[in-house]
Nanobody, 122 residues
């Protein structure tokens, strides 16, 4: 069982930066691939970024490639999402997820956090 708690959301101006963190419980964090997804009002949840258990492989949605960076610190049981050049279209609830294999779909991940709101003002 893995419990995930996101933090770092809030209000930011367009063009600004923000870093999300996801703290995981449990001693097996390093065995899990991690991902970030987001859901905007009235839209379905969508993939943002994912990272393998070792951190050696990363994956990004085309909409965030070059602007967002996913990373992890297995010693701290934490995964991060560094976001820059934010756009109003990035406004959403951002969710952290953990799974046994890395992937880009929601079904790949077994555990989910409660989400953190990111609002980008124009």
């Amino acid at each position: 069982q893995v419990q995930l708690v996101e933090s770092g959301g809030g209000l930011v101006q367009a063009g600004g930066s923000q870093r999300l963190s996801c703290a995981a419980s449990g001693r097996t964090f390093s065995r899990y691939a991690m991902g970030w997804f987001r859901q905007a009002p009235g839209k379905e949840r969508e993939f943002v970024a994912a990272i393998s258990w070792s951190g050696g492989s990363t994956y990004y949605a085309d909409s965030v490639k070059g602007r967002f960076t996913i990373s992890r610190d297995n010693a701290k049981n934490t995964v991060y999402l560094q976001m820059k050049s934010l756009k109003p279209s990035d406004t959403a609830v951002y969710y952290c997820a953990a799974g046994r294999v890395v992937g880009t779909t929601s079904s790949t991940f077994d555990y989910w956090g409660q989400g953190t709101q990111v609002t980008v003002s124009s």
